[in-house]
């Protein structure tokens, strides 16, 4: 078998990787796809892979950048701590060890409620803001992970373009 098949289908497999990690923050997410697509522009070594890169890593950039943003506006907004966004991701770890397949996101949502009832004293407001946060969190995850798709929507164009004009 050919080695740039086996580089292809290395990074396939780590875009597809990368992928799952944005959803599940456990895993590497946007950085492993970019990397990916670095190593197969230089697998390549061929201006193909090297517009494939230039196009997939704006994506990856682009989404990185709005999942920050939308995030951050609605944790700015409501006056909601990072600390309180670590404590659930570190809640969020350890749920996802302790309960099976959704212990990840309850681990999250329980730390938030947790950090704002701690800051707050009140568990209405708590509430209302570990909503907030999950929300935010929530629409900043799908607007990353639409970026990703179209990286790699971009990169399985490229593979089909490069083998099948080989």
Do not use: Y
Request: hydrophobic share 60%; aromatic share 8%.
């Amino acid at each position: 078998m050919d080695a740039q098949i086996i580089w292809t289908i290395i990074c396939g497999l780590a875009i597809v990787v990368g992928a799952a990690g944005i959803i599940v923050p456990v895993l590497p997410g946007s950085i492993l796809i970019a990397i990916s697509l670095l190593v197969w522009a230089l697998i390549l070594g061929s201006p193909l892979g090297w517009i494939i890169f230039g196009i997939g890593i704006l994506f990856v950039a682009a989404g990185m950048a709005s999942s920050a943003v939308l995030t951050g506006r609605v944790m700015k907004r409501r006056s909601i701590p990072g600390r309180s966004v670590v404590i659930g991701l570190v809640l969020g770890v350890v749920g996802f060890f302790v309960i099976p397949v959704v212990g990840l996101l309850v681990g999250f949502a329980l730390g938030l409620f947790l950090s704002e009832f701690a800051r707050q004293k009140e568990v209405r407001p708590a509430i209302s803001s570990s909503v907030a946060a999950l929300k935010a969190t929530g629409l900043g995850i799908l607007a990353e992970f639409g970026f990703a798709s179209l990286a790699a929507g971009t990169w399985v164009a490229g593979v089909l373009i490069h083998f099948v004009n080989r």
